[in-house]
Nanobody, 119 residues
Framework: QVQLVESGGGLVQAGNSLRLSCAASGRTFSIGRTGWFRQAPGKEREYVAAINWSGGNTYYADSVKGRFTISRDNAKNTVYLQMNSLKPEDTAVYYC????????????WGQGTQVTVSS
């Protein structure tokens, strides 16, 4: 079992930056991929970015490509999401998730951290 805890959310003005952190604990050796998702009020959850735990390959949704950067520190069991040039449309609860090796499904989820971008 893996536990995930997000932090770093807050209220910022459009154009500013935030960095989210996701600390993993438990059976972290079983993690194959870690991703970030977000859910805005009245909207369904959407994929934001992902990174392979070992290889470091990264993937981004078109809506954040060029503005967001996902990275990880395996020694600290932590994944980060650097968010630059934030827009009001980025306002959402951001969730960290992890999948097991050779799986495309995200089995582990954090509780989320609120990001609010004012216009």
């Amino acid at each position: 079992q893996v536990q995930l805890v997000e932090s770093g959310g807050g209220l910022v003005q459009a154009g500013n930056s935030l960095r989210l952190s996701c600390a993993a604990s438990g059976r972290t050796f079983s993690i194959g991929r870690t991703g970030w998702f977000r859910q805005a009020p009245g909207k369904e959850r959407e994929y934001v970015a992902a990174i392979n735990w070992s290889g470091g390959n990264t993937y981004y949704a078109d809506s954040v490509k060029g503005r967001f950067t996902i990275s990880r520190d395996n020694a600290k069991n932590t994944v980060y999401l650097q968010m630059n040039s934030l827009k009001p449309e980025d306002t959402a609860v951001y969730y960290c998730a992890a999948s097991r090796f050779a799986s495309g499904l995200y089995d582990y989820w954090g509780q989320g951290t609120q990001v609010t971008v004012s216009s």
